[in-house]
């Protein structure tokens, strides 16, 4: 059953530390994606990854915020430093986009972070 | 512009009836595809369904159907014999530009009422 990988699931640290989420896509998935979710602005895509280039990062606070896909099967999004602000749930999702049409997007469990 | 418009930020259904979640979408681009995720309050998001923009038949998983008019640029989703476990948020998305772009809707929670 393939599936996408997040760790950690939870995470509570300090203001001002730094946070490194990690995901693993499905296997044989080239896209991967950062979204962000919170009550008040619902779900944002921070950053995508093609064939592990990054695609657009333009949703991302470039000025702590960072994403890398160091091989096929690990993402990691980096915070560094944490802010309060940045307490929500950060979601990966994976697709296999090598066919013109859209392709579905899986979703994993979530890192829920929390900044105190 | 809003991308996906889900109006009804929330619904109730009774158990075993039908129930249609809105979802109106906006782009200008002829290839794009729509899709219908599921987000329990554990929090996972769940593919349900996809409708590409060429297809000519509406999509249809198990108990979910997406009733696609193209004209009127909507893709609602339907769930049938609803059940005490289909309550949860459900998301209308939308792809476009060979997933270049990619957009959420806000979002309806569904009630399902013993």
């Known amino acids: 059953d393939a599936r996408v990988t997040q760790t950690p699931r939870d995470k509570v640290t300090e203001m001002g530390q730094e946070v490194t989420m990690r995901c693993q896509p499905i296997?044989?998935?080239?896209?991967v994606f950062w979204y962000r979710q919170t009550m008040m602005q619902g779900l944002e895509l921070l950053a995508y990854?093609?064939?592990?280039?990054?695609?657009?990062d333009s949703g991302m606070p470039k000025d702590r915020f960072s994403a890398e896909m160091p091989d096929a099967t690990l993402a990691t999004l980096k915070i560094q430093p944490s802010e309060p602000r940045d307490s929500a749930v950060y979601f990966c999702?994976?697709?296999?986009?090598?066919?013109?049409?859209?392709?579905?997007?899986?979703f994993g469990p979530g890192t829920r972070l929390l900044v105190l | 512009a809003q991308k996906i418009t889900q109006t009804q930020p929330g619904m109730f259904v009774q158990e075993k009836e039908a129930v249609t979640l809105d979802c109106t979408y906006d782009?200008?681009?002829?290839?794009?595809?729509l899709f219908w995720y599921k987000q329990p309050s554990s929090g996972e998001m769940i593919f349900l369904i996809y409708q590409g923009s060429y297809d000519q038949q509406n999509a249809t998983e198990g108990r979910y159907s997406l009733n696609f008019q193209k004209a009127r640029k909507s893709a609602n989703l339907v769930i049938s014999a609803s059940q005490l476990g289909d309550s949860a948020m459900y998301f209308c998305?939308?792809?476009?530009?060979?997933?270049?772009?990619?957009?959420f809707g806000t979002g309806t929670s569904l009630t399902v009422i013993p």
């Open positions: 998305a939308m792809s476009v530009n060979t997933g270049n772009q990619f957009y």
């Open positions: 999702a994976s697709a296999l986009s090598d066919r013109p049409r859209m392709e579905t997007q899986y």
């Open positions: 782009t200008s681009d002829p290839s794009y595809g």
């Open positions: 296997l044989g998935h080239n896209t």
């Open positions: 990854f093609r064939n592990r280039a990054p695609l657009d």
